[in-house]
């Protein structure tokens, strides 16, 4: 394979820099944190991770509300702490992406400070102002929660100014040329520092236009296209991860001719996946990625079971809305926006099949998948912390006093109860041959050394049990046929005829030929490779 196609075959690690390991004992996590785990996470076999926002910010969306596009935010490191540690992540094979937030600033940055101040400065128009609060009323509000409008009032300006996040985060101005290009300047910046691409933010909504629901304009696409082009240039090898949280027939054209996105988040599969658990079928599942158009050669879906936001429930119809929350979120406390404000091994109930089940199928489906930090392990959540900061608690190193995150007194608070590090934790887990963790990173070496898995081929397998999903994945002559069994209890099939053949269990490295009935206990996975 093109070596600048690496991302088609990635398994992808998130990581929040805050809460993932401090060096310096200041109690919050740090690049060179990072840095000193870099260890861990070769040994759990991810080869590119994606660091959330390090940028200055007074956090009112964790990072998201960006005060200076040039700098890090003294409490991660410095530039030369990143420079570091991509040159040591590089010498692990693994590479570093980092977000990209376009649409919006902080209202702290000094550009909003300088746009609000008056209308004869050069940048006001790098925001979006209006008299009226009255335009794009067809534009749906994304934080329902906190949100009433659009559109905010600033004093200052005497005018209204559209965000479609916080109202601390104005939007910028994409028809503003000069917009354009300070982020064309931002990307080169971070770029010719080393980093491996970007996970593009919330790129649905770089434009408006009356009589739309103001996203997924074409003028956005011709921007992203512009990005994308300059990075292809420039930066050969280098890549861009869409947000975008749409149905995959509004995704798809972020992949362009392959001249937009190399990558964009699945969303809709990651609901399904929990629906399949509980209806103990894998309809639904099978739905969304027959509805899931294809896509050019040289792009890939990113898949992903948890991330540092809540379970967004936005790709899925009110019914099964109210139906995940009634499922998964007992409390009215994981309610959050549209979504669920917990974690992957709480939201299965700490069960140990499910969470690997759950994982099989991340794993097996297209696309190249992404661990957020502390799935691996099956970390817990803390509801008692407000917004999303629930699911982004210090990582569980080990059982010694601060999780072994801080040597100082940390900022974050910890997960309490029975998934606290006391009991989960990295140090316990690597130890331990049947841990979550050695599940996971055989699940991830197995993956890695199938380009099927990397592959846009899926064929469903129809064995007339619909507790069982069974699909193949297949990439030039190397056959996978995997079996999931979504149910609580034990299944028997049979596979049609001409699937009854000899294969290899890639876990247990035996071979079987299948042709009599097959058992899956509860929520077991087989992976099997055709044998030649
Ligand atoms: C998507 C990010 O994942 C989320 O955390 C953030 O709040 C919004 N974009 C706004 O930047």
């Avoid at 300006?157 to 479609?164: D, G």
């Avoid at 992203?224 to 869409?242: M, T």
């Avoid at 316990?428 to 070496?445: C, T």
């Amino acid at each position: 394979m093109n070596k600048n196609l690496w991302y088609k075959n990635a398994v992808f690690y998130q990581i929040s820099v805050r809460s993932f390991k401090d060096s310096n004992g200041d109690g919050r996590g740090d690049l060179r944190g990072i840095l000193e785990k870099l260890d861990y996470l070769q040994t759990l076999g991810v080869n590119c991770i994606w660091l959330m926002p390090i940028y200055p910010s007074p956090l009112n969306d964790d990072g998201y509300d960006i005060a200076d596009y040039y700098k890090i935010d003294e409490a991660y490191g410095s530039l030369d702490d990143l420079k570091e540690l991509i040159k040591s992540a590089h010498e692990h094979n693994i590479r570093i992406v980092m977000d990209l937030v376009l649409n919006h600033t902080s209202d702290a940055h000094p550009w909003f400070q300088q746009s609000r101040s008056s209308k004869d400065s050069p940048y006001r128009d790098y925001y979006v102002w209006s008299d009226s609060n009255e335009k794009y009323k067809d534009a749906r509000i994304i934080f329902v929660d906190t949100e009433t409008s659009n559109w905010a009032w600033d004093e200052k300006a005497k005018q209204y100014y559209w965000h479609r996040f916080y109202s601390s985060q104005p939007d910028l101005n994409f028809d503003n040329p000069k917009v354009q290009e300070e982020m064309l300047s931002v990307a080169r910046f971070w770029l010719d520092l080393g980093i491996d691409g970007f996970r593009a933010d919330a790129v649905p909504y770089l434009f408006e236009r009356e009589g739309t629901n103001c996203e997924n304009l074409p003028e956005t696409h011709a921007y992203l296209k512009k990005l994308r082009k300059f990075i292809d240039d420039n930066y050969p090898g280098r890549i861009l991860l869409c947000e975008a949280n749409q149905w995959p027939e509004d995704v798809r054209p972020y992949f362009g001719d392959g001249d937009e996105f190399n990558m964009g988040f699945h969303f809709p599969v990651m609901p399904r996946i929990y629906m399949a658990l509980k209806k103990e079928n894998f309809i639904d599942i099978k739905e969304i990625m027959q509805r899931t158009p294809p896509i050019p050669e040289n792009c890939q879906w990113c898949t992903f079971l948890r991330n540092h936001d809540e379970l967004t429930l936005e790709m899925v119809t009110p019914e099964e809305r109210k139906w995940m929350w009634e499922q998964y979120a007992p409390d009215p406390r994981m309610k959050s926006n549209l979504g669920i404000r917990r974690r992957l091994a709480p939201l299965l109930d700490n069960h140990r099949r499910k969470i690997e089940l759950a994982n099989s199928l991340l794993f097996t489906l297209p696309g190249s998948p992404i661990i957020y930090y502390g799935d691996e392990i099956g970390m817990g959540e803390n509801l008692d912390l407000p917004d999303r900061n629930g699911v982004r608690t210090p990582m569980q190193w080990d059982n010694s006093p601060n999780a072994g995150f801080t040597s100082g007194k940390t900022t974050s608070e910890f997960v309490k109860g029975e998934l606290s590090y006391e009991y989960v934790n990295v140090a316990s887990q690597m130890n331990d041959p049947d841990s979550l963790f050695n599940s996971m990173k055989r699940m991830i070496a197995v993956r890695r050394k199938h380009d099927a898995f990397g592959s846009s081929s899926m064929e469903w397998i129809d064995t007339g049990n619909s507790a069982v999903a069974v699909y193949i994945r297949e990439y030039e002559d190397d056959t996978m046929l995997i079996l999931n069994n979504l149910s609580g209890s034990v299944q028997t099939l049979k596979l049609p005829a001409e699937y009854q053949k000899s294969y290899i269990d890639l876990f247990a490295g035996d071979s079987h030929i299948f042709n009599e009935e097959l058992t899956l206990q509860p929520y077991a996975y087989l992976w099997l490779q055709m044998e030649k």
